[in-house]
């Protein structure tokens, strides 16, 4: 069966360094893959995406990579700041789904400290 | 700035009873998407549509859910009769069609007693 799999651990990470989060995925041939932000109690947010053809996008502070031979991609945020604390979540169409049917993982907690 | 919106924000219902939420989308997309998060759980498709058409309900367990969109831009989520395992988000997006960003609104806390 299809799965998306997150770090399902809270990551802690100081202030100014890079949170690194992983999306795996197997079974899966993805069309393309986004990244989504969600704060506690509200809808998730679009931050990027990245199509399979791509190896790695950037927005600002957020980098994505995408290596469809490892069925991985890497999400990082870089001089991580205190309001970046929340939940990402990854998301995956496949080439058979239906357009915009997004799967998501169950997303990573992160926690930036002053 | 546009939003989807959705109401209510909170809803707390008896088991057995009826429960219905509603969705506006943002203006000019005309694909719309009802999914429902549990607690801890990433966000799971129950229906997509394009315009008023249904183009995936393959999750939507319609022995107990409903969902339309009957001009095309606002829509309605019904539960009938709603199960203690119901309580979730329930969160509505829309997008343009066959655009890659969906736009998610606050969603529907719903809780069933």
């Known amino acids: 069966s299809q799965k998306i799999e997150q770090n399902s651990e809270a990551l802690n990470i100081q202030e100014g360094k890079t949170a690194t989060l992983t999306c795996n995925y197997t079974?899966?041939?993805?069309?393309?893959l986004q990244w989504y932000r969600q704060d506690p109690g509200r809808g998730p947010v679009f931050l990027l995406l990245?199509?399979?053809?791509?190896k790695e996008k950037r927005k600002e502070r957020l980098k994505v990579t995408f290596d469809t031979t490892l069925k991985q991609s890497l999400f990082h945020i870089t001089a991580s700041q205190p309001a970046d604390s929340a939940t990402y979540l990854c998301?995956?169409?496949?080439?058979?789904?239906?357009?915009?049917?997004?799967?998501f993982g169950a997303g990573t907690q992160v926690v930036v400290t002053p | 700035e546009a939003e989807v919106a959705q109401s209510p924000r909170y809803k707390i219902t008896e088991k057995s009873q009826a429960v219905a939420f509603w969705c506006d989308p943002i203006?000019?997309?005309?694909?719309l998407y009802w999914y429902r998060q549990i607690l801890g759980q990433g966000p799971e498709l129950l229906v997509q549509?394009?315009?008023?058409?249904?183009?995936?309900d393959s999750q939507l367990p319609k022995d107990r859910f409903s969902a339309e969109r009957l001009k095309g831009v606002d829509s309605t989520l019904k539960i009938q009769p709603a199960e203690l395992g119901d309580s979730a988000m329930y969160l509505c997006?829309?997008?343009?069609?066959?655009?890659?960003?969906?736009?998610f609104g606050q969603g529907t806390r719903l809780t069933v007693v």
């Open positions: 997006a829309s997008s343009f069609p066959r655009n890659t960003e969906a736009f």
């Open positions: 079974n899966y041939s993805p069309a393309y």
């Open positions: 990245i199509r399979e053809n791509e």
């Open positions: 998301a995956l169409v496949g080439t058979t789904d239906s357009w915009g049917k997004l799967q």
């Open positions: 203006s000019g997309h005309a694909t």
């Open positions: 549509f394009q315009d008023e058409s249904v183009v995936d």
